[in-house]
């Protein structure tokens, strides 16, 4: 992903059971430790991507970005925000690279 692309899916798995959410999102933090936080959307098929990664139905998110949301290159961090009923639950971080 490049500085300025949008209508990229951006997939995160969780490992658990997500089925129950009253609320997911996905914050990323960015460089320079801004932070962003969207909507996601619960993944309800499981799929392999191009790398080879499975992602289980009920198991991860997905957003779709729009114009702006990529607007600085390095080194990011994206975690999945889970919130049901009883409980909020931030994931771990994962970290990508976005290009100029």
């Known amino acids: 992903m490049n500085v300025g692309e949008w209508g990229a899916t951006i997939n995160v798995a969780t490992g658990f059971n997500m089925s129950a959410a009253t609320l997911l999102q996905l914050q990323f933090l960015m460089p320079a430790y801004i ?3 969207v909507t996601a959307t619960l993944g309800i098929t499981t799929f392999t991507d191009p ?3 499975v992602f289980t139905a009920n ?4 957003y779709k970005t729009i114009a702006g ?3 600085a290159a390095g080194n ?6 889970y919130t049901d009923a009883v409980q909020y639950l931030p994931s771990t971080y994962v970290a990508f690279t976005v290009g100029a």
Do not use: M, P, R
């Open 69 to 71: 949301d990529i607007a």
């Open 59 to 62: 198991n991860y998110v997905f």
């Open 76 to 81: 990011w961090q994206v975690k999945v925000l």
């Open 51 to 53: 790398s080879g990664n």
């Open 35 to 37: 932070t962003k936080t």
